[in-house]
């Protein structure tokens, strides 16, 4: 994009995004107990596990819609677990929800005009003010996002109200108004829950694509084939605590996982 001023990316020995210690707890229960991780640029990481294991509980940690209790968390270099979401936003973390949030009473187009907003060092209202540039700037960023909405096969609804859209749809439209923002990591909880199986195939091609070019990625995601496919490393969780990770292969074959994943006892 012309004229962006993106966050220089972390150094290629550093991490891009870290945390260390990490707790939180509900009512004396701990949904994240003692995580640590770290993410290289441009690494795919499985975040595995049964239901109530802690995964969306740990992005909300990553993302700063809640502050832990003990840990750190370090993004593109910074200290941030004390951070608001917004701030982290900036710095580039992007994220989408489980449950998708648009904004139901605005055009599925705006709502991902809206995600550009969020680019690192865009200043999109500065530019929008900017003598004699409002409207380019308003028609790129439209470009920007009919493109989107193109590649999720939402083109033909792009002016209705968000409030039309499947579960599944709004998945995609949260992908598209995340990445516009060209983030530098990305946090994806259950992604492709409800998305079209053939729209599938062509998103995980995207984020490994994008992967590729330098974005970070963690995906919470329970079709195991997925995290296979994509995953250059897998972390699996249970019971608020990091059981075990390693390479998708080894992960996926070990028999604690099977045992997490029916339910069964935890070593
Ligand atoms: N807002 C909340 N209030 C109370 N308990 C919660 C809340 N969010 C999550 N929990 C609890 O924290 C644990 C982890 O939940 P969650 O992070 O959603 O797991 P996962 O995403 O792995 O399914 C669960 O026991 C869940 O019931
Ligand atoms: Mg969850």
């Not at 802690?54 to 968390?73: Q, Y």
């Not at 370090?74 to 982290?88: D, F, I, N, S, T």
């Not at 060092?121 to 960023?141: K, T």
Request: aromatic share 4%; glycine share 10%.
């Amino acid at each position: 994009m012309k004229g962006e001023t993106r966050q220089p990316p972390a150094a290629p020995d550093r991490p891009v995004l870290s945390a260390r210690g990490l707790v939180t707890a509900f009512s004396g229960l701990r949904a994240v107990d003692d995580v640590s991780l770290s993410v290289p640029r441009g690494e795919v990481l499985g975040v595995i596990g049964p239901n109530g294991a802690g995964k969306s509980t740990l992005f909300n940690l990553l993302a700063g819609e809640r502050v832990p209790s003990r840990g750190s968390i370090e993004l593109c270099g910074h200290r941030v677990e004390r951070e608001p979401a917004a701030q982290r936003l900036a710095r580039g973390l992007g994220r989408t929800f489980q449950i998708p949030r648009p904004f139901l009473a605005l055009s599925v187009l705006e709502n991902v005009m809206l995600g550009a907003q969020h680019h690192p060092g865009e200043r999109v209202w500065a530019n929008l003010f900017a003598a004699g540039s409002v409207q380019a700037r308003e028609r790129e960023c439209r470009d920007q996002a009919m493109g989107w909405l193109d590649f999720m096969t939402l083109t033909p609804l792009a002016r209705q109200p968000a409030q039309v859209l499947s579960i599944g749809q709004r998945k995609l439209l949260e992908l598209a108004r995340v990445l516009i923002a060209k983030p530098q990591v990305v946090l994806l909880d259950e992604p492709m829950a409800g998305v079209h199986p053939a729209l599938v195939e062509t998103l995980g091609e995207r984020i490994a694509t994008l992967a590729k070019q330098g974005t970070t990625f963690l995906l919470v995601e329970h079709q195991l084939s997925l995290i296979a496919a994509l995953c250059d490393r897998v972390m699996v969780m249970a019971n608020g605590r990091v059981l075990l990770e390693g390479t998708p292969d080894a992960v996926l074959a070990d028999p604690a996982v099977a045992d997490a994943y029916l339910g069964g006892g935890v070593p």
